[in-house]
């Protein structure tokens, strides 16, 4: 029973990537089960947030929900951008060597302390490490802050979403460790493991500089 269930609701959110917005009525008919049924598979995949739904007028009548997937839907589906970013960078150090790669992480690393540096401007130390879990976590990285008696913290990353750029281009964890040093410029930031070389998360030691 179980198994059929899944296999219906991936049947929705496909049906739902290929014809973008569809309504009970259509999908009931599509699958060839009851319009009640549906609901129950559209309620399970809404509490997943990977659909939404819009309210929409009818002509004449009442009117009626119409469903597409949400931004965590269509992230189901595989789109190969790590790949894609690869060869980007592969092509882009064969046109001009590994510093030109190394340059583009580190536009990166100062594109995202101009973004950033305003929200840590006047906080505390304790506060900083607790904002950048927060930034952290706005871009996938799934942080967890654990604080040890003597004042320092651990930063545990338990999702890398450029893993394997990083696997290929180590500068790209470099950068991240001095944008977390530029951000929390009183702070001393030292990897003890990292998804890129094949450990469980990445962790980071942090403590006040003396």
């Known amino acids: ?60 009548g ?16 595989p789109r190969h951008y790590q790949q894609t970013m690869l060869d980007f960078l592969a092509d882009l150090e064969q046109m ?3 510093q030109i790669v190394a340059e ?21 130390f304790d506060e900083k490490i607790k904002e950048l879990v927060a930034v952290q976590n706005e871009h996938g990285y799934m942080s967890e802050l654990l604080q040890y008696d003597d004042g320092s913290f651990e930063l545990v990353e338990h ?3 450029i893993a394997e750029v990083a696997q290929a281009y180590p500068i790209a964890c470099e950068c991240e460790r001095n ?15 990292c998804l890129a070389d094949g450990d469980d998360a990445c962790r980071y030691h942090i403590k006040r500089k003396k």
Do not use: W
């Not at 990537?17 to 089960?33: D, F, H, N």
């Not at 944008?179 to 493991?193: C, Q, S």
């Open 96 to 98: 001009g060597g590994k």
């Open 179 to 193: 944008l977390f040093e530029t951000l929390i410029h009183e702070a001393e930031i030292v990897p003890k493991t």
């Open 104 to 124: 583009l992480f580190q536009n990166r690393q100062e594109r995202m302390r101009k973004l950033y540096e305003q929200q840590f401007g006047d906080k505390s």
């Open 1 to 60: 029973m179980r198994k059929k269930t899944s296999s219906t609701k991936e049947q929705i959110l496909k049906m739902l990537k290929v014809q973008k917005r569809l309504t009970v009525g259509e999908m009931a008919e599509q699958l060839q089960i009851t319009e009640m049924a549906v609901r129950r598979h559209l309620s399970a995949l809404e509490r997943e947030e990977l659909i939404e739904s819009t309210l929409v007028r009818q002509p004449m």
């Open 159 to 161: 999702n890398c979403p």
């Open 62 to 77: 009442r009117p009626t929900n119409v469903y597409q997937l949400s931004v965590k839907g269509h992230q189901r589906f």
